[in-house]
């Protein structure tokens, strides 16, 4: 069973090494859709009704996209933008690596796996795929295993409790 839900956000980025105009300051309005893959338990409220209630996977996601809208997306190497974004108080949204669409997808997919995988466990999902879109025509998808622990539906209920 999946379920997915769309996000969007608006970012500026460049790639400096770039042949064409991405080397160039530019933005995009990101769509996202964030697939989750697993098998019910009856362990949530709901049993197998549900795989996971859509507006978990919100409590999960929406700060990263919340973090990222109206920033500057840029690599944590690329001091001559950092500073250029410092010096124009803009928001700025740091990443260890490029601010590709492959390497945003696998940000996301692996924020998820990290700060969500017991809320995820416990609600049997063992997947989490990832798409993002950078234009109308482009996209770039990365898939993430939960990795297997204990699942405890409490601990589950005190992380979702602590992200509203
Ligand atoms: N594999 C990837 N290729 C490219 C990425 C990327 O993240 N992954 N990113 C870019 C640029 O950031 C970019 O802004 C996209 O530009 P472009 O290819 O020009 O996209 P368009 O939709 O405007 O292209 P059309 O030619 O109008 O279809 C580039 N490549
Ligand atoms: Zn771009």
């Not at 009856?42 to 549900?50: R, V």
């Not at 995820?120 to 993002?132: C, E």
Request: glycine fraction near 4%; charged fraction near 30%; charge should be negative.
């Amino acid at each position: 069973m999946k379920v997915s839900k769309r996000f969007r956000w608006e970012a500026a980025h460049r790639l400096p090494w770039h042949e064409g105009s991405c080397r160039f300051m530019h933005g995009h309005s990101y769509r996202m859709m964030v697939e989750l893959e697993g098998e019910p338990t009856e362990n949530t409220p709901g049993g197998s009704a549900m795989l996971i209630d859509f507006k978990h996977v919100k409590r999960i996601v929406k700060p990263l996209v919340d973090a990222m809208d109206h920033a500057t997306i840029v690599n944590a190497s690329d001091t001559e933008l950092r500073e250029a974004i410092e010096a124009l108080e803009s928001k700025v949204y740091v990443m260890p690596y490029d601010s590709t669409a492959e390497n945003i997808a696998r940000h996301v997919a692996e924020s998820v796996r990290d700060d969500g995988a017991s809320v995820l466990r416990t609600h049997g999902v063992h997947t989490i795929r990832v798409q993002v879109w950078e234009t109308e025509t482009c996209y770039a998808e990365v898939e993430r295993e939960v990795p297997e622990g204990r699942s405890d539906p409490a601990s589950a209920e005190e992380v979702l409790a602590a992200m509203r």
